[in-house]
């Protein structure tokens, strides 16, 4: 292998591996009401100029598992408002757990589709005291691309939430909540940086580098797998000799 295709390769595997973790830790993702960048598309037949990362279920899910075998579960406040209750007070907040009444967290490609279950459970400071439950909601995972700042992002939308054992009457509360906070906290969710896939390689002969910058990303789901076309747009500059 060439010496630019094994630091392609490299930059890809980085990359990849940083937006996984980035993706299922759930946590500093900033929250603003408008989400960047625009949905990607399917891919289209002969485009030139394109890179293909292909992304197993089996690996979304091994990356998961692990997240919550050795790291902190990730736990959020209930609604839009901070915590700020006392040790021994009731926090309304929520925490996703690996399995919850029998329902796993885990990843799976259904009708083109990311899918993806989510366990937990929560506490809620009402005004008829702490009430604690537990449930899953049905999310999938939209993409976004960001151009300008070369950023492949996903949309969590929840679909569904099942609570378990709860007042119909608090249930009704507590649901639109647990909706909310998912959708808003945890949205949007850096998954690929593309510039640490933009190359700049100098050809010594020709006293330039060679550039290359993502300008599309395009994707879909096949074989169990979630295939990624990142279309590069290719360009040369003059070396800086000072």
Do not use: H
């Not at 408008?34 to 197993?56: D, F, H, R």
């Not at 925490?95 to 506490?123: D, H, K, Q, Y």
């Not at 005004?127 to 537990?134: D, H, L, T």
């Not at 906290?185 to 060679?210: H, T, Y």
């Amino acid at each position: 292998m060439s010496r630019i295709g094994i630091f392609f390769l490299g930059s890809l595997i980085g990359a990849v591996i940083g937006g996984v973790l980035v993706f299922y830790f759930f946590v500093g993702a900033p929250r603003n009401g408008k989400l960047p960048g625009t949905l990607i598309q399917p891919p289209e037949s002969n485009q030139p100029a394109t890179a293909q990362l292909v992304l197993k279920q089996e690996f979304f899910n091994q990356v998961l598992n692990t997240i919550f075998r050795d790291m902190n579960a990730p736990s959020f406040p209930l609604g839009e408002r901070e915590n700020s209750a006392q040790p021994g007070q009731c926090a309304s907040q929520i925490t996703l757990l690996p399995e919850s009444g029998g329902v796993r967290s885990a990843i799976s490609f259904e009708n083109n589709r990311v899918m993806a279950p989510l366990a937990f459970r929560g506490s809620y400071n009402s005004i008829f005291g702490c009430v604690n439950f537990s449930g899953w909601a049905q999310t999938n995972l939209e993409m976004r691309f960001d151009a300008d700042q070369q950023i492949v992002f996903g949309q969590l939308n929840v679909e569904t939430v099942n609570l378990d054992g709860v007042n119909p009457v608090l249930s009704g509360i507590i649901t639109p909540l647990v909706q909310s906070t998912l959708n808003q906290r945890v949205n949007p969710i850096q998954i690929l940086d593309g510039k640490q896939l933009a190359l700049k390689l100098p050809v010594k002969a020709s006293e330039a580098n060679l550039k290359a910058n993502v300008k599309d990303v395009r994707s879909e789901i096949k074989d169990n797998a979630l295939y990624l076309y990142l279309v590069y747009e290719f360009s040369g500059e003059a070396m800086n000799k000072s």
